[in-house]
């Protein structure tokens, strides 16, 4: 498919499927788009394929099975247009690097093969990326010095330094508070919103992106649901997905998941599956994988 006939998707994934080696599928039958300004999220459990599949959109994984396409073209080939927000370490406590230049670097990494810019526009650049995420009071600091959420939203302005099309977020809100985490999700959201990035996120803290995400990808056990926030995480999606008895309760506004099984059942792929669901907000989600 060409650029402009996918123009519409950022990301394609049909009949994608993963596995390692001899083992079960980590997920397979998967059919996901994401639109142009779009934020979805992706839940589940340790294990359950979340990196994986961001590395698959990177074009660091391939599939087992299936096809997939980045801006209409291979992940290897959008790269460029692809920022990503890696799972966070704290920077080395000796690193002297500044803020600015972190995200500098950010930069330059998208760079390789393209005309040379301007010292000039290269700042302007990074001084946009840093706006952007609120950093511009630190920017001169050294990096090891700010604090966790501060170190959180120079990786985002890192990523958003090549002006991306599309966001990929591997648990971003880890070890960070809820003001921070909803920081960082504000931050996250506006840049959909201002430039119609499309945004694939992982994360394990459920409740500061519910106010965000347009859609959910849930993986669990080999098997997966997508649709819209309030028709995921209900008791009843969840207790389908795991095979066995999962609860969602709101407890103070906030939703609370009980009985998640420490380890999913793994559905064989010689069972029947249904159809995923990928179609945004209009229909009930339904997990899919064999059922
Ligand atoms: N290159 C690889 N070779 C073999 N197994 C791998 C490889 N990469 C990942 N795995 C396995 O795939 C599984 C899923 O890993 P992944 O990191 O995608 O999970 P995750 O859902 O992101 O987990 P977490 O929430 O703990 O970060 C793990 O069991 C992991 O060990």
């Known amino acids: 498919m060409s650029d402009i006939e996918d123009g519409a998707q950022l990301v394609r994934l049909s009949g994608a499927a993963l596995g390692f080696d001899a083992g079960e599928p980590l997920w397979e039958a998967l059919d996901l788009t994401v639109r142009p300004g779009e934020f979805v999220a992706v839940l589940g459990a340790n294990g359950s394929g979340k990196t994986t599949l961001l590395r698959c959109l ?40 500044r803020a600015r230049d972190l995200v500098g670097y950010g930069y330059d990494g998208h760079q390789w093969g393209l005309p040379v810019l ?55 809100l880890l070890s960070l508070d809820l003001h921070h985490q909803r920081e960082v999700c504000a931050v996250v959201d506006r840049r959909r919103r201002d430039h119609d990035t499309g945004v694939v996120f992982v994360t394990h803290e459920i409740n500061p992106v519910l106010p965000y995400a347009d859609r959910v990808l849930y993986l669990a056990g ?68 064999p059922s």
């Open 118 to 172: 301007s010292r000039r526009q290269r700042r302007e650049r990074i001084d946009a990326a840093l706006a952007e995420v609120g950093a511009t009071r630190f920017a001169d600091a050294p990096a090891s010095r700010l604090s966790g959420g501060q170190q959180q939203l120079l990786r985002i302005a890192q990523a958003l330094a090549c002006d991306p099309r599309l966001l990929l977020c591997d648990e971003p």
């Open 222 to 289: 080999g098997r997966f649901t997508i649709g819209p926030v309030d028709e995921v995480m209900t008791s009843q999606t969840l207790t389908r997905l795991y095979g066995s008895p999962v609860d969602v309760l709101k407890v103070r506004g906030q939703l609370v998941v009980v009985g998640i099984p420490d380890h999913p059942v793994h559905h064989s792929s010689s069972e029947p599956h249904d159809e995923p669901h990928d179609e945004p907000h209009d229909e009930a989600p339904e997990s899919a994988g």
């Open 58 to 97: 990177l074009g660091m994984q391939p599939l087992s099975a299936g096809t997939i396409s980045v801006l209409g073209k291979s992940p290897t080939a959008a790269r460029r247009e692809v920022g990503y927000v890696p799972q966070q370490r704290r920077f080395d406590p000796l690193t002297p690097v």
